[in-house]
């Protein structure tokens, strides 16, 4: 059974980059689309962005300046970086599966809260 | 940018009951559509994709349909364990859009 496991830090102050991989158990990371989606605490879900373990990525627009994804195959992780962070970009964050470049999310992690405050 | 609107952003319901769930494209996706539920504190799961194949696990009182700008997610007889929030998502073009969820609660 696949499992995916988001970590990092569960505070950042603003302007700072915030920094979090997602560790996947039970499976390959290898030939999978890789997502990272996020959700303020009420609110609904936001998709920042999608890595192929090729190496290519496509970052949500209303983000990309800011969004950096990068993946590490001999560990089966991949991370995210998000830049210059303000309170705006506070929420759980969670990495997902697609199995196609066309696919749904069909494994999710746990969830990470990150909250940015000084 | 594909804007969803999904419908009712509330539903209240009592246990037994058919309900259904909306969601309106702004323009054609084909089938490229996903339906998940949410429960308070826990990730979304996958319930359908490709607007109705039912993902594996998923009790067969749940049913999708639909394509091009409309769908439907339709749970035949809500269960107690079914109250929940639901998204649905487009997959057929970037960025992939959610949907603003329909909370399900108890009547």
């Known amino acids: 059974q696949v499992q995916l496991q988001e970590s990092g830090p569960g505070l950042v102050k603003p302007s700072e980059t915030l920094s979090l991989t997602c560790t996947v158990s039970?499976?390959?990371?290898?030939?999978?689309?890789w997502s990272w989606i996020r959700q303020p605490a009420g609110k609904g879900l936001e998709w920042i962005g999608r890595?192929?373990?090729?190496?290519?990525?496509n970052y949500n627009p209303s983000l990309k300046s800011r969004v950096t994804m990068s993946v590490d195959t001999s560990k089966n992780q991949f991370s995210l970086k998000l830049s210059s962070v303000t309170a705006a970009d506070t929420a759980v964050y969670y990495c997902?599966?697609?199995?196609?470049?066309?696919?749904?999310?069909?494994?999710w992690g746990q969830g990470t809260l990150v909250t940015v405050s000084s | 940018v594909i804007w969803m609107t999904q419908s009712p952003s509330l539903l209240s319901a009592s246990t037994g009951d058919r309900v259904t769930i909306s969601c309106r494209m702004s323009?054609?996706?084909?089938?490229?559509l996903a339906w998940y539920q949410q429960k308070p504190g826990k990730a979304p799961e996958l319930l359908i994709y490709?607007?109705?194949t039912l993902q594996s696990g998923v009790p067969s009182r749940f049913s999708g349909s639909g394509s091009g700008t409309d769908f439907t997610l339709t749970i035949s007889c809500l269960q107690s364990e079914d109250f929940a929030t639901y998204y649905c998502?487009?997959?057929?073009?970037?960025?992939?859009?959610f949907g603003q969820g329909t909370k399900v609660e108890i009547k």
């Open positions: 323009q054609g996706i084909s089938s490229y």
């Open positions: 490709a607007a109705s």
């Open positions: 998502q487009q997959y057929y073009s970037f960025p992939r859009t």
């Open positions: 039970g499976g390959s990371i290898s030939s999978y689309y």
């Open positions: 890595i192929y373990t090729s190496g290519s990525t």
């Open positions: 997902a599966r697609a199995s196609t470049a066309m696919a749904s999310f069909d494994y």
